[in-house]
């Protein structure tokens, strides 16, 4: 039986997960659910945002769905997430940006480069390592390699190697790999690369970049489509894989059922794709673009329609079919 590991987490996680849940149910009732509670109110609560016991019981799921944590800024709190990520060693993280006249697909590495963990603080000096390796860069290219042949067949590097050395490696790894394996492929510096996919998004199909890179330009790109509330994304590593969405747990509007769930609703729909059900994901989708074609809204999308009511349209036009 398939098991799914439901994660809230903190803020709006509360509120757009539930929503998701529901819909998988709808689409799966046979599949089991169950929660495991991280993050930083468990911290608040035990002292602990993320027990071993946790880890363990997410990789007892066949796939874990995942609202999002709060990381406060503080010198010795470990963001649950990144230790996730780390200990299931889902490498790949896949941020589709999809709109009219384009189809982006980030895929950004997820284990090391600026997010190594290998840091130090003192009070007048601090330093994180940013760590480039062949293994690290080989398996993502070759995944983003994957994606682009089974999609418009372009890969785009983004990459600062006219300053770091580590970029060097990742760049001209990413070259020969995409040589090799006889795709289209450019490379471009982040910085011009960021402001060119918002001026040019049709260009684009597959990017493949570092760590910090992607999350930078996955949060920039989502401007393309309306804001941070549509952007969904899997986490996928060779035994273990988790669907989150790209914002973050909100604290500026959580708790006020104002939150897009549709980022939630599509990482519910690539969590389907990954357990084999391709078709759930497209019904999801055409679900929730039927919804906004009513012009049923959540307040980021200059609706008003709530977090709640939003999913319950979506179950209602999945219901009718
Ligand atoms: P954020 O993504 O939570 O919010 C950024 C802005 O986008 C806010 O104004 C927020 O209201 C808005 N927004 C986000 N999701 C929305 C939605 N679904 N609908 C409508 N508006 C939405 O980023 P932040 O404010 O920089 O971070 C808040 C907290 O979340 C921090 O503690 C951060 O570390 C954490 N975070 C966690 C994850 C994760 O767990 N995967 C991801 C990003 C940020
Ligand atoms: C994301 C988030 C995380 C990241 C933070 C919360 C650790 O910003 O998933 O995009 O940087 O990866
Ligand atoms: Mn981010």
């Known amino acids: 039986m398939t098991r799914v590991a439901i994660v809230e987490g903190d803020g709006i996680g509360h509120e757009v997960i539930p929503v998701a849940r529901k819909v998988l149910e709808l689409l799966h009732p046979e599949y089991e659910y169950f929660p495991v509670e991280v993050g ?3 911290w608040e609560m035990t002292g602990c945002p993320c027990a071993d016991r946790d880890i363990a019981d997410l990789k007892s799921a066949d796939a874990i769905l995942f609202g999002a944590v709060t990381t406060p800024p503080m010198k010795d709190y470990q963001s ?3 230790r996730i990520r780390k200990a299931l060693d889902l490498f790949a993280n896949l941020r589709p ?6 189809d982006i697909m980030i895929v950004r590495e997820n284990t090391e480069g600026l997010y190594s963990g290998s840091e130090e603080i003192s009070d007048d000096r601090a330093t994180t390592l940013r760590v480039v390796t062949r293994e690290g860069t080989e398996r993502i290219v070759r995944s983003a390699i994957r994606l682009a042949k089974q999609r418009r067949g372009k890969l785009t590097i983004g990459h600062k190697a006219n ?3 580590s970029d060097v490696l990742f760049r001209d790894i990413c070259l020969a ?16 690369l960021a402001l060119d996919v918002l001026q040019h998004p049709a260009s684009y199909d597959v990017i493949v970049t570092t760590n910090i890179f992607g999350d930078i330009l996955s949060d920039t790109t989502s401007y393309l489509v309306g804001g941070l509330g549509l952007i969904p994304s899997a986490n996928i590593g060779d035994c273990y894989a988790l669907f989150e969405p790209v914002h973050g747990s909100a604290p500026d509007i959580a708790g006020r059922n104002i939150a897009n769930p549709i980022a939630a609703l599509r990482s519910a729909g690539m969590l389907l794709a990954y357990c084999g059900d391709s ?17 049923i809204k959540t307040r980021d999308l200059g609706g008003s329609t709530g977090t709640r009511e939003f999913g319950d349209a979506v179950l209602h036009m999945l219901h009718r079919k």
Do not use: C, M, P, W
């Open 97 to 102: 940006v999809k709109g009219t006249g384009f």
């Open 163 to 165: 300053v770091l050395k």
């Open 40 to 42: 930083y109110h468990r």
């Open 177 to 192: 790999e995409s040589k090799a394996a006889g795709i289209s492929y450019n490379d471009k510096f982040i910085d011009a």
């Open 279 to 295: 078709i759930g994901l497209d019904r999801i989708e055409s679900a929730i673009q039927e919804v906004l074609a009513t012009g």
């Open 80 to 82: 649950v997430v990144l």
